[in-house]
Nanobody
Framework: QVQLVESGGGSVQPGESLKLSCAAS????????VGWYRQAPGKEREMVAI???????IYADSVQGRFTLSRDNVQNTIDLQMNSLKFEDTAVYFC?????????WGQGTQVTVSS
């Protein structure tokens, strides 16, 4: 079992920044893939950014160049730095982990971008 606890959501204005953090209950060395997904009202959950255990990161086109995913295998945290936020980034953000084809989700944290 892997427990994921997110923090850092909130309300910001367009162009501002926000950092989300996710603490895992196990060492990240044991987790193949970690990352963040989001779900906006009335839409399906979508991938924002994921990171494999030893390096490669994949970003959604909509956040490429604005968001940065950090994976700390020592602190067991998965952070998402979000810069230049847009209205369309408003969603509930979920931390994600995959171990041996089993997926785990955090409870979600709300990010609202409004003027």
């Amino acid at each position: 079992q892997v427990q994921l606890v997110e923090s850092g959501g909130g309300s910001v204005q367009p162009g501002e920044s926000l950092k989300l953090s996710c603490a895992a209950s196990v060492t990240l060395f044991s987790i193949e893939t970690v990352g963040w997904y989001r779900q906006a009202p009335g839409k399906e959950r979508e991938m924002v950014a994921i990171a494999k255990r030893y390096g490669s990161r994949i970003y959604a086109d909509s956040v490429q160049g604005r968001f940065t995913l950090s994976r700390d295998n020592v602190q067991n945290t998965i952070d998402l730095q979000m810069n230049s936020l847009k209205f369309e980034d408003t969603a509930v953000y979920f931390c994600y982990a995959e171990v041996s084809r089993t997926t785990y989700w955090g409870q979600g944290t709300q990010v609202t971008v409004s003027s």
